[in-house]
């Protein structure tokens, strides 16, 4: 086998990191869970988490990929041959979530080519979304051609392709994100809706907001899968792993806050006209993306290309995180199966393309597919983030903590630094980040189950 790549150094690691971390997670699903459950008061609690649950985890991740250097799989047998499950259930995550993930890439890349081609009225019109992702063959076509981009980059190799991607593309994302922003702000009205996005409602705080804030957290962290573990295998000894930790975890911050000025101001200028539409329009995920954004847009001086941008926008986000999940599997399959990079690459990339059909055609000619009443892909999402990821991530604290032996991660982490918080570490690894990812996984089960109500 040949030697190891490496990223070259610390803003490759960070800024590879980051496009993991900064995806759909930031821009659909942050600035709605926050004006849901209490805006400002949601904000600060989500962000207590990244600073405490998310850095114990985040540094975890990397600490052990950085030890081993080697893929997700054999960096858990190697902590103990009991626990190698935990990397192929950490592979598997990834895979799933990589298989449905292109399906809505897909569906980006098509509104990438409305706007682009000046049909934005076509986007904005009713039943538009609906009809595109109700077809058997178009949305599995442009899924298709995302699948194709992740490969190209991936095929190139960590420095060539990962890091120089994620080196051009995520200023590029801040810098987009900024130019939107200013123009939802400037819109008549916005004012409101910022006030409502930041000013903390207290009352609104509830068990279930602090549930979606953790596992929102965890997603959009992409924590319990691997990617971490992965992208950490590929980094120098000298690298500060605190500090970087740090910077990753502001930057994924920074851009879901961000996300909140372009999205809910420009909502709340269109839509304020009535409380029940405004609630509608503040719907989470794809409705909020592919259906209400379009009407927002549209409202705006040069529509076209404010969405254009916003959706190319997303297309970066959404393609950084890709590549994380799909480095993620070839790492592993690759060193597994004996293959090279390229042939590998064919191989993942195919057998996720069709994988993520029948999420694709859930929408469509499967719609009437339904598993504990989700749809094929949100059954895969739930299973994905809401059972595996956080039970990856309690076992992953269970075993550094009391079976392998912390004194491993902070010797790796002081190797390069001085470990400026390991005691509150410590204290969060062992008690605090276990304790609260299991209650958050029992209660999402429960709910799901309909054995409670939050
Ligand atoms: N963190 C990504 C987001 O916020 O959209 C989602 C994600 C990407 C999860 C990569 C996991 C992952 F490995």
Request: hydrophobic share 55%.
């Amino acid at each position: 086998m040949g030697k190891r790549k490496m990223f070259s150094g610390h803003l490759g690691f960070i800024l590879a990191t980051a496009g993991s971390a900064v995806g759909l997670g930031n821009l659909w699903r942050f600035p709605t869970l926050a004006t849901k459950y209490g805006g400002g008061s949601f904000v600060l609690l989500y962000i207590i988490f990244v600073a405490t649950i998310g850095f114990s985890l985040v540094l975890t991740e990397a600490a052990i990929g950085r030890k081993f250097h080697c893929n997700v799989v054999d960096a858990y047998r190697k902590i103990n041959r009991k626990f190698t499950f935990l990397g192929y259930i950490a592979v598997l995550v990834a895979f799933l979530i990589l298989s449905y993930y292109c399906v809505i890439g897909g569906w980006i890349l098509k509104f990438i080519t409305v706007y682009f081609s000046g049909n934005e009225l076509l986007a904005a019109g009713d039943g538009f979304f609906d009809g595109f992702i109700s077809k058997a063959t178009w949305p599995v076509l442009f899924q298709a051609l995302f699948v194709l981009f992740n490969m190209f980059v991936v095929m190139l190799g960590v420095q060539n392709g990962v890091e120089r991607l994620n080196k051009v593309l995520m200023p590029a994302l801040i810098i987009l994100s900024i130019i939107v922003s200013i123009f939802a702000l400037s819109m008549d009205g916005a004012l409101e809706g910022l006030k409502y996005y930041l000013v903390p409602d207290f009352s609104k705080l509830s068990f279930r907001a602090v549930l979606a804030a953790l596992g929102q957290m965890f997603f959009s962290l992409s924590l319990g899968m691997g990617v971490t573990i992965t992208y950490g295998s590929y980094v120098r000894k000298d690298i500060d792993l605190e500090k970087a930790t740090k910077k990753i975890e502001l930057f994924d911050t920074g851009i879901a806050l961000l996300a909140g000025f372009m999205v809910i101001p420009a909502i709340f200028a269109v839509f304020s006209s009535s409380s029940e539409s405004l609630e509608n329009a503040l719907q989470a995920g794809s409705t909020l993306v592919f259906i209400t954004l379009p009407k927002v847009f549209i409202k705006m001086p040069f529509s076209g290309w404010i969405g254009g941008t916003f959706f190319l926008l997303i297309f970066f986000a959404a393609l950084t995180s890709s590549i994380a999940l799909m480095e993620t599997v070839i790492s592993t399959w690759k060193e597994k199966l004996h293959l090279k990079r390229k042939s590998c690459t064919i191989l993942v990339g195919l057998i996720a393309f069709l994988a993520g059909i029948p999420a694709s055609l859930g929408y469509g000619i499967w719609d009437s597919v339904s598993i504990f009443g989700m749809n094929i892909l949100d059954f895969t999402d739930f299973c994905t983030n809401q059972l595996l990821m956080p039970l990856g991530a309690v076992m992953t604290c269970i075993l550094v903590s009391y079976i392998w032996g912390t004194w491993h991660l902070t010797d790796e982490i002081k190797k390069s630094s001085a470990f400026h918080r390991e005691k509150w570490y410590l204290i969060l690894i062992k008690y605090i980040t276990p304790v609260a990812v299991v209650i958050t996984l029992i209660s999402s089960i429960l709910n799901t189950f309909g054995m409670i109500q939050l």
